[in-house]
């Protein structure tokens, strides 16, 4: 069990997928093995005392019935305990998914019973998944002693370290992702837009169609989405010229921004009114030379790389976008520098 | 006020900080001025039962005394009206920062006067931040409508769209970023690592070092950070040679890898006892040839990388990291190709 491997949620593979959807997950190495067996088949005599392997079930939540030993003059006899449904993560955690309603009176034994038979099955992270309609469950959660660990607008992830250990939670998600898109046509002409609200209204700079790459959205395709969504001109992308790190750009959050270079597959604009006033093809040479452009490092030094895209002379290259295959068998895209790179695969 | 803007949550500058900490933002353009009157001088006298503005305060929670009139036979009189303490955002809407334990019969009452209030204000975005301490808030939360935004250790963000309009609240982050370390001494020999824990501990691979980027921390800075952690080598970052972007790599979040390629500063290994099984400089050639980097398509791929930024005849090169101000005057880095960019700054 990667028990210090998470001490600082160590990535173990150069392409990483350290932390799957435990719930999705199909990969064994916890000390008790994942048993799926039905309700009726549940109980289970248990000698010595020892505590039985408790079934768990994915998804669907309802309690389980496991069995103890309880030794009396008549003998062992088998006494009912009640537990959440739970499913083994692959870290020697067990994950509660709390999607139907149920009462406190209700739940609360239920977590406790649950959380010694985990502490004595040698459990670690206890994740319990609250959807808001449980929303009343989260106090009674709090007070067994589980934190938060992120939450997403329908749930509320919990989680509860058991091991005396030091806790070896992975980190929530740290980073937001942006966009900026570089479409220049044959006229070398730059594809700019005056945007309706924040700081640049006012100066009324021309600037590069921006915006965010939502979970799960690839990065040049979101790229492309933003240009067709803002000018209604259809791309195709390039490159990566360049990107930025910010910190705490969105409360304590990080933010990654990647300038994008695109090629137009049409020249006709359609502006989006909601956020753009105006949008047009400027003459890059007009694009750089805007006295804010000048007078700002950072717009000033994108200009910079995005000219020396186009200057052949400059030759400069960014990360081109290449469909690969990860050693989990799923489809993604690895970025870099295609210029001089003989592809051996 | 940008609210379609936020729609989908677009950037507005080609170096976006759009959702700095709400509190800690002194920009202006809400409806509302910022008004910070202290609690004994909040007694206001309001005509034609216009709603007077309201005494924002940032950071420390206490209910707040505002007055609207109330025609009587006597004349108009004062009437107290309790609201939870907020401060504006720089979008139209309001923070409550409950840090202070509070119960629920008195947070209740206090929250629906100060949404009626806040709707008649015309404010849009209302969010609460409960510290954990405040759980027991977060069903009465719920109840009025909130619903969560994200959740950290400690606490939990709601929110609550009070216009009628389309919810153009930002997203959560989304992202969770890691590197790999490309290490190589002047022998062509690359640092590598045996991992005790993982899928790579049974077939013996020998790997480059890797770990997760720490919110609020460098890419470049962190690869350096990890190559100590792991071998007790001394580093300095030379490149960014690739990246690659997965889904789902984190319950619902996406996963940007990074191969950093650096310079070592010292050769002695010392490796880090807790999850290294085994460290060592190999030979590029070796490295290259394990079974398991020749079978699977990603670690060929970024071998093949990195063999191409070692040979002076592919000339390959990634992106280094440019130190630079963003316009609101915070030290940044900018990641891009500076091998033939001549830099304009």
Redesign the interface.
């Known amino acids: 069990?990667?028990?210090?491997?998470l001490?600082?949620?160590?990535?173990?593979?150069?392409?990483?997928?350290?932390?799957?959807?435990p719930v999705l997950s199909s990969r064994g190495g916890s000390s008790v093995p994942f048993v799926g067996i039905p309700q009726s088949s549940s109980r289970i005599r248990s000698l010595n005392g020892s505590v039985p392997d408790v079934p768990f079930m994915a998804r669907e939540f309802y309690t389980s019935s496991a069995s103890v030993a309880k030794q009396e003059e008549t003998g062992p006899v088998v006494e009912q305990i009640q537990m959440l449904k739970a499913v083994e993560d692959v870290h020697g955690g067990v994950i509660v998914e709390m999607e139907e309603s149920m009462d406190s009176d209700s739940f609360v034994p239920l977590l406790r019973d649950s959380l010694s038979k985990w502490r004595l099955m040698g459990k670690r992270g206890v994740w319990i998944k609250l959807s808001?309609e449980n929303?009343?469950l989260?106090?009674s959660?709090?007070?067994e002693g589980f934190?938060?660990?992120?939450?997403?607008?329908?749930?509320?992830?919990l989680v509860h370290w058991l091991p005396r250990t030091t806790d070896t939670l992975?980190?929530?998600?740290?980073?937001?992702?942006?966009i900026?898109a570089f479409v220049m046509n044959d006229k070398k002409e730059v594809l700019v837009v005056q945007?309706?609200?924040?700081?640049?209204k006012d100066i009324g700079l021309w600037?590069?169609p921006?915006?965010?790459?939502?979970?799960?959205?690839?990065?040049h395709l979101a790229a492309i989405r933003e240009v067709k969504?803002e000018t209604g001109v259809e791309t195709e992308f390039v490159e990566i010229?360049?990107?930025?790190?910010?910190?705490?750009?969105?409360?304590?959050?990080?933010?990654?921004?990647f300038?994008c270079m695109l090629k137009p597959r049409s020249s006709y604009i359609q502006k989006q009114n909601?956020?753009i006033d105006a949008a047009q093809w400027m003459p890059i040479e007009e694009y750089s030379a805007q006295p804010f452009m000048l007078k700002?490092?950072?717009?000033?030094?994108?200009a910079?790389?995005c000219q020396?895209r186009t200057d052949t002379a400059?030759?400069?290259?960014?990360?081109a976008a290449?469909p690969?295959?990860?050693?989990s068998g799923?489809l993604?895209?690895?970025?870099?520098?295609t210029d001089?790179?003989?592809?051996?695969?």
Chains 1, 2 share one sequence.
């Open positions: 069990m990667p028990m210090q491997r001490r600082s949620f160590k990535i173990l593979c150069p392409f990483p997928l350290p932390w799957r959807s808001i929303a009343h989260v106090a959660a709090v007070e934190r938060y660990h992120h939450a997403e607008p329908d749930y509320l992830m992975p980190a929530n998600a740290s980073h937001r992702v942006g900026g945007e309706k609200y924040g700081k640049f600037k590069l921006t915006g965010v790459v939502n979970e799960g959205e690839d990065i969504e010229l360049a990107f930025r790190q910010t910190h705490n750009a969105f409360f304590t959050k990080s933010d990654l921004f300038v909601l956020e700002n490092e950072h717009f000033k030094f994108v910079s790389i020396a400059k030759e400069y290259r960014g990360f290449i690969t295959t990860t050693g799923r993604t895209h690895l970025y870099c520098n001089k790179l003989k592809l051996t695969l």
